[in-house]
């Protein structure tokens, strides 16, 4: 399992190169339905040559759902987050060796600070690193370099290293700031990822998981800090969203991937408000990855963007940032996912650190 995780992005890219149609149907509520349909199928008419389907129906009211086809573009981006003011946005770039662009080929952590439209690089190396999350006051991030667990002030200064044995992912902190939750295989008999929590510096180690019962993955605190929600993958559900308290008791499933008609779910995040969930699913039909939202309690499932890596909210709840399978770049949309476009535009990124 740790081994497919982080291979994933680049299995997203090449499995992009086995199709050939590249078509985008947004469905949304400002064009009559009709009206809709007859350009959609007229679209289809021309750039097929075969004609189109004879109806489409949204199956999803009040959501603007966006269908494609493959091939997507690749993404350079991942592990987006904001600070709790939203003034702050912290990412990972991953290099874009396709660019001429001075500077394209770093990778690391980098802030865009949302004021004045700029960005900073806060820890630029090799080999790359893997997810990051920024703390709630802006001060410190945390991320997953080398199997282990880091963290960073966001001037750059202060690396330090939290977790030093085991092979180590996904951090994220709680709520207030003091605490850190992320999977390991640390002291793991069979080395299966279940887990952790710790300090913001590191002391607490406490696991939350019984070994022997399955991988538990990627976890995240709601904004009350007294839930977890993570993913789950074993032989009685397969991989599953849950939720459990602090402690790693009272545990409920959420989503089942095979519910969605998805092999493999990722990534969940609480809304600032904790009534809504965000998480990305492999899905098990030629649209790849995709961004959907539910209801807290995993009910009304409803899928809103293809993407590539994870998905997050913005701070007000009003949104919800993505690495769009249209284009490079961090995008943003509506919480119902209309209205997408970039937030990060490739290019302009490119252009800001080469001119640093």
């Not at 890219?13 to 509520?29: E, G």
């Not at 399955?214 to 032989?235: C, L």
């Not at 899928?303 to 284009?327: F, M």
Request: aromatic share 10%.
């Amino acid at each position: 399992m740790v081994k497919f995780l982080r291979g994933l992005r680049v299995m997203r890219d090449n499995k992009s190169n086995k199709h050939s149609a590249h078509v985008r149907v947004i469905l949304t509520k400002t064009i009559p339905f009709s009206l809709l349909t007859a350009i959609v199928s007229a679209c289809l008419f021309i750039i097929s040559g075969c004609g189109g389907p004879e109806h489409i129906q949204n199956p999803y009211p009040g959501y603007c759902t966006e269908f494609t086809e493959f091939p997507m573009s690749g993404s350079s981006y991942g592990s987006a987050s904001f600070t709790d003011d939203g003034k702050l946005l912290a990412f990972i770039f991953y290099g874009d060796l396709n660019s001429n662009i001075p500077g394209a080929e770093t990778t690391g952590i980098f802030i865009y600070n949302l004021e004045d439209s700029s960005f900073h690089g806060v820890f630029t190396v090799l080999p790359v690193i893997l997810e990051c999350d920024i703390s709630p006051d802006g001060e410190w991030i945390v991320f997953s370099w080398m199997d282990q667990i880091w963290k960073i002030k966001t001037n750059g200064d202060s690396l330090t290293c939290l977790i030093d044995s085991g092979t180590s992912f996904f951090p994220h902190w709680s709520p207030d700031g003091k605490k850190i939750v992320f999977d390991t295989n640390k002291d793991a008999p069979h080395g299966e990822n279940v887990i952790w929590m710790m300090n913001a510096d590191g002391s607490g180690l406490k696991r939350l998981n019984e070994w022997g019962k399955g991988e538990r993955r990627e976890p995240d605190f709601n904004h009350k800090g007294d839930r977890i929600i993570h993913v789950r993958s074993d032989v009685e559900y397969g991989s599953t969203i849950a939720t459990m308290d602090t402690n790693g008791g009272n545990v409920k499933i959420l989503i089942k991937a095979s519910d969605i008609g998805a092999d493999l779910v990722l990534s969940p995040h609480y809304s600032p408000d904790d009534s809504k969930i965000v998480f990305t699913a492999r899905m098990e039909n030629p649209m790849g990855i995709m961004t959907w939202v539910a209801n807290a309690d995993g009910s009304n499932p409803v899928p809103l963007a293809v993407s590539h890596d994870e998905a997050d909210w913005t701070p007000d709840g009003k949104s919800i940032i993505y690495q769009s399978g249209r284009e490079n770049g961090i995008w943003i949309m509506d919480a119902n996912g209309c209205n997408k476009r970039p937030l990060i535009g490739h290019f302009n990124f490119l252009e800001a650190i080469g001119e640093n």
